[in-house]
């Protein structure tokens, strides 16, 4: 049982970007949902992002899916064109080019057995 008194049914896997991840720690810890962190990176710009699990209910589901799209807007950066993947090291100049950034991906899994040791 959670500090609620309800099991944890679902299980959330939030992948957000670094720069999200306090704020979204604190609003998820402030609301009482259990938070887990793990750091990862990957993406098309292989930056550095954020992996958060928590485990609600599902009543609880909702307030994590409100806090996630408050909290992690897409936002578009523009960024040296040299520093993408696709160019490797890249001996040219080129004008900086727009990238979108941020948002969440969000995974709800059902939680088949949960148990606290």
């Known amino acids: 049982m959670t500090e609620e008194g309800l099991l944890p049914t679902k299980m959330c896997i939030l992948v957000i970007a670094d720069s999200?991840?306090?704020?979204l720690i604190d609003r998820l810890v402030e609301?009482?949902?259990?938070?887990?962190?793990l750091g990862s990176t990957g993406g098309f710009l292989a930056r550095?992002?954020?992996t958060i699990f928590s485990g609600v209910d599902d009543s609880q589901l909702d307030l994590v899916m409100k806090i996630v799209s408050?909290?992690?807007q897409?936002?578009?950066?523009?960024?040296?064109i040299q520093t993408l993947p696709i160019?490797?090291?890249g001996g040219f100049i080129a004008d900086p080019v727009e990238?979108?950034?941020g948002g969440a991906v969000v995974f709800v899994l059902d939680i088949e057995r949960f148990d606290r040791f």
């Open 99 to 101: 990238v979108r950034v």
């Open 70 to 72: 408050e909290v992690c």
């Open 74 to 80: 897409v936002r578009k950066e523009f960024i040296p």
């Open 20 to 23: 999200d991840a306090p704020e």
């Open 48 to 50: 550095g992002n954020m």
């Open 31 to 37: 609301s009482k949902l259990p938070v887990t962190k």
């Open 87 to 89: 160019f490797g090291d």
